[in-house]
């Protein structure tokens, strides 16, 4: 008469068990690293929008909102070839920690007495990045003065 487990079915029992535990701590370590760059992309979106609010309430002639890199009016997204990098639409130097800010701008694009504007902010040594573009007009600029 059998009155218990053989040392064989307690040690598959434990095998069984520490697999699915071995899986339950893999996904766990999945969900933590989906967290901290959903974290940072929000953290890098909220930077960029807070700049470009900035750049549209700035004065279209901001001296941090000058074209001075017009060899890259083709290539906006670029964060190599840039006009401005970390610093503010008045041209003043900023330190956004781990996250890294470029300015391009094109002007007289896509029509005269306009600025073309793109916000680049990027982490992760530049391989994520979040963009925001806007055109900003001379017109408007002045008609809220």
Same mark, same amino acid.
């Given at each position: 008469?059998?009155?218990?487990?053989?040392?064989?079915?307690?040690?598959?029992?434990?095998?069984?068990?520490?697999?699915?535990?071995?899986?339950?701590?893999?996904?766990?370590?999945?969900?933590?690293?989906?967290?901290?760059?959903?974290?940072?992309?929000? /953290? @890098? $979106?909220?930077?960029?929008?807070?700049?470009?609010?900035? +750049?549209?309430?700035?004065?279209?002639?901001?001296? *941090?909102?000058?074209?001075?890199?017009?060899?890259?009016?083709?290539?906006?997204?670029?964060?190599?070839?840039?006009?401005?990098?970390?610093?503010?639409?008045?041209?003043?130097?900023?330190?956004?920690?781990?996250?890294?800010?470029?300015?391009? /701008? @094109? $002007?007289?694009?896509?029509?005269?007495?306009?600025?073309? +504007?793109?916000?680049?902010?990027?982490?992760?040594? *530049?391989?994520?990045?979040?963009?925001?573009?806007?055109?900003?007009?001379?017109?408007?600029?002045?008609?809220?003065?």
């Amino acid at each position: 008469m059998n009155n218990g487990f053989t040392l064989i079915e307690v040690l598959i029992a434990m095998t069984v068990f520490s697999i699915g535990i071995l899986g339950l701590m893999a996904l766990q370590i999945i969900s933590i690293r989906g967290t901290t760059l959903s974290d940072t992309a929000t /953290v @890098a $979106g909220t930077i960029a929008q807070m700049y470009m609010e900035n +750049i549209i309430n700035a004065d279209f002639n901001a001296s *941090g909102l000058e074209d001075v890199n017009s060899s890259n009016n083709d290539d906006l997204d670029s964060t190599v070839n840039r006009d401005y990098q970390n610093m503010d639409e008045d041209g003043e130097p900023v330190d956004l920690g781990m996250y890294n800010l470029v300015l391009n /701008v @094109a $002007g007289d694009t896509p029509i005269p007495n306009t600025k073309t +504007i793109v916000v680049l902010v990027t982490w992760n040594n *530049g391989k994520q990045v979040r963009k925001l573009t806007t055109i900003k007009s001379m017109s408007t600029a002045s008609s809220r003065l």
